[in-house]
């Protein structure tokens, strides 16, 4: 979440308003904009905006395999770089509740249920970026045994066939449904060493909110 919060720092101004809520009213029960139901207990179906964080590929290649700030691979990369700035990227997303069986890379066996009243939810929809990048999406929302609120996601880009290519774990931020969102980690659904990864921050949206996405380089 700091990382995030201090990226959206360095935007401009202009660009200050898409930001998710925060402050003590944020964390409240079921304060997203949402339609719950014993079925959507987290309010998961409709809009939502996503923000993720990432080294631009020509860094993380310098990063891994350049001599320069002492490296390959030497924290002092980032510390001496002047030049180094993560980049932030807004993505429009959009869930709708499915069952189960609607989903094709989640098995059910993952994901025990411990309190009845919160069953899992599973959900399919979309993911759009810049330049009407758009890839589709699935997963599940469960309610751990501390009582903590997780999202699992599976991201699959149209253009390759078969397998997903990213995958996030997250957890919600405050009580149930609350609008201050989702914060966890995206990175490959390999999860293979030296695959690229990064902070993302979920939250949810009003149908009229605008519909503009961006990367921040």
């Not at 139901?37 to 809009?47: F, I, L, P």
Request: overall charge negative; proline content about 6%; charged content about 25%.
């Amino acid at each position: 979440m700091n990382v995030v919060w201090a990226n959206l720092s360095e935007l401009p101004p202009r660009l200050f308003e898409f930001r998710p809520r925060v402050g003590l009213d944020a964390v409240r029960a079921r304060s997203a904009p949402a339609i719950f139901t014993d079925s959507d207990w987290a309010g998961v179906e409709g809009n939502w905006r996503r923000y993720v964080c990432f080294m631009d590929y020509r860094d993380l290649f310098a990063f891994n395999f350049s001599n320069t700030f002492r490296g390959p691979k030497h924290i002092a990369y980032f510390e001496e770089n002047p030049r180094f700035r993560e980049a932030t990227r807004l993505i429009q997303v959009s869930l709708k509740v499915v069952s189960h069986s609607d989903l094709k890379y989640h098995d059910d066996t993952e994901f025990r249920t411990y309190f009845p009243e919160y069953p899992p939810i599973y959900f399919k929809g979309s993911s759009r970026g810049v330049n009407g990048n758009e890839s589709s999406v699935e997963g599940v929302v469960t309610m751990a045994k501390d009582g903590s609120i997780r999202y699992h996601f599976r991201e699959k880009v149209s253009m390759y066939d078969g397998e997903t290519q990213w995958s996030s774990e997250g957890i919600q931020v405050g009580n149930v449904g609350c609008s201050a969102g989702v914060v966890g980690v995206w990175t490959t659904s390999m999860h293979d060493r030296g695959d690229p990864v990064g902070p993302f921050w979920l939250w949810k949206v009003d149908e009229d909110y605008p519909t503009q996405v961006f990367d921040h380089l």
